[in-house]
């Protein structure tokens, strides 16, 4: 019997319809959802599960398709996770939700914004999932919604903790972390999963790593900061999630993360891959310090900000030993995703026409 590609893919991912195919009998392709699909790590999920064949759904806010998704063949839904009437429209005979949407905010301070959006839109989109009678829901937590330690391993044992959190990211997604486990409790089949810092191409809507990046990528003079985190690839990350979706036991939490690396060898990294005349200065805690307090005084979104600072300070001794043993994830080096997120860049910047606006600005 020949076997297409796309069947040998489905089967990769779904080893238990191997079976029926091999006795001559057709399973039923099933229908995905995936929120915040025009995100990073959104956009290569989306990607990966049409490789293997899957029916997606995406749900987009009103308006142009975004470039993340344009020529990908996926059902386009209009809705925001804050409206309720248009979730139970996208959740309809959906089996698994894959929730990514989400805000992300370097805000130290208050930001009533990112926790409406990261925690009501969680509750909202738990409370359709479970009315639609979907049948499994994979969160996209953080790792920085864990109550970490100032020293020893980061691991799955640590709890969510929102009255922990250095901000109002950390404290919105601790706090929905919090829920999507109550939901678990409840009876609706959740499993969490925590990336670190996530780097790598395809990122059309610049994320904080890939404004990091951008800024390292232009010529002159830099900056360089005390500190290290863990950085993992975006594809290795999507991967997790469709693991974490079929594998996954209901109610647990997974860390996918890559290895650690300094400021300073990231910087080097991407000075090296971008090519140009770079020179890196290192910049003293005390200096760093006052620049985080001034520049969100100066200028909209700044890279350095005292919460920013906190993370890369922070105990970055991170595990995802559980996620290779239970999933079978197998993140590949740090730098090699960093490497190939310069050369995606340069890649875009041969053609400034087809640069989207948000590359654009940020690379300016």
């Known amino acids: 019997m020949q076997v297409t590609y796309e069947e040998v893919c489905l089967n990769a991912w779904y080893p238990w319809r191997a079976s029926f195919h091999l006795w001559g009998f057709k399973s039923q392709m099933t229908l995905h959802l995936v929120t915040g699909a025009t995100g990073h790590i959104g956009n290569v999920l989306v990607r990966q599960l049409l490789e293997c064949g899957q029916h997606l759904r995406a749900l987009v806010r009103p308006g142009k398709i975004p470039l993340a998704l344009q020529s990908l063949d996926v059902e386009i839904v209009p809705g925001d996770i804050l409206d309720v009437d248009s979730l139970a429209l996208a959740m309809g005979g959906v089996d698994i939700v894959y929730h990514l949407a989400a805000k992300i905010s370097l805000a130290s301070g208050p930001d009533p914004e990112t926790e409406r959006v990261n925690l009501d839109g969680t509750r909202n989109v738990l409370s359709a999932a479970m009315t639609a009678g979907?049948?499994?829901?994979?969160?996209?937590s953080s790792i920085y919604a864990l109550r970490v330690p100032e020293v020893g391993v980061v691991d799955e044992s640590l709890p969510f903790d929102p009255a922990h959190a250095r901000g109002a990211y950390d404290r919105s997604k601790a706090a929905a972390s919090l829920e999507v486990k109550n939901a678990a409790a409840a009876g609706l089949e959740v499993v969490i999963v925590c990336p670190t810092a996530v780097a790598g191409?395809?990122?059309?809507?610049?994320?904080?790593?890939?404004?990091?990046i951008l800024y390292n990528m232009r010529p002159g003079i830099k900056f360089?900061?005390?500190?290290?985190?863990?950085?993992?690839?975006?594809?290795?990350?999507?991967?997790?999630?469709?693991?974490?979706g079929e594998k996954g036991i209901s109610g647990e939490t997974y860390i996918l993360g890559g290895n650690r690396l300094t400021v300073r060898e990231v910087s080097e990294c991407i000075w090296e891959a971008?090519?140009?005349?770079?020179?890196?200065?290192?910049?003293?805690?005390?200096?760093?310090?006052?620049?985080?307090?001034?520049?969100?005084?100066?200028?909209?979104?700044?890279?350095v900000t005292p919460y920013s600072l906190a993370a890369v300070r922070s105990n970055s001794q991170i595990s995802h030993e559980k996620a290779m043993r239970d999933l079978g994830f197998r993140p590949?080096?740090?730098?090699?995703?960093?490497?190939?997120?310069?050369?995606?860049?340069?890649?875009?910047?041969?053609?400034?026409?087809?640069?989207?606006e948000t590359i654009a600005r940020a690379a300016a």
């Open 134 to 140: 979907v049948r499994r829901l994979v969160y996209a």
């Open 201 to 212: 191409p395809f990122d059309f809507q610049v994320s904080e790593a890939g404004r990091g």
């Open 224 to 244: 360089y900061l005390n500190g290290a985190y863990d950085f993992v690839d975006v594809r290795d990350v999507a991967h997790g999630f469709v693991l974490a």
């Open 274 to 303: 971008a090519g140009g005349w770079h020179a890196g200065f290192w910049l003293p805690d005390g200096v760093a310090d006052l620049a985080a307090g001034i520049l969100p005084l100066l200028v909209d979104e700044p890279l």
């Open 332 to 356: 590949r080096p740090a730098r090699q995703a960093i490497l190939e997120a310069v050369r995606w860049w340069l890649e875009m910047m041969k053609e400034p026409a087809t640069i989207p």
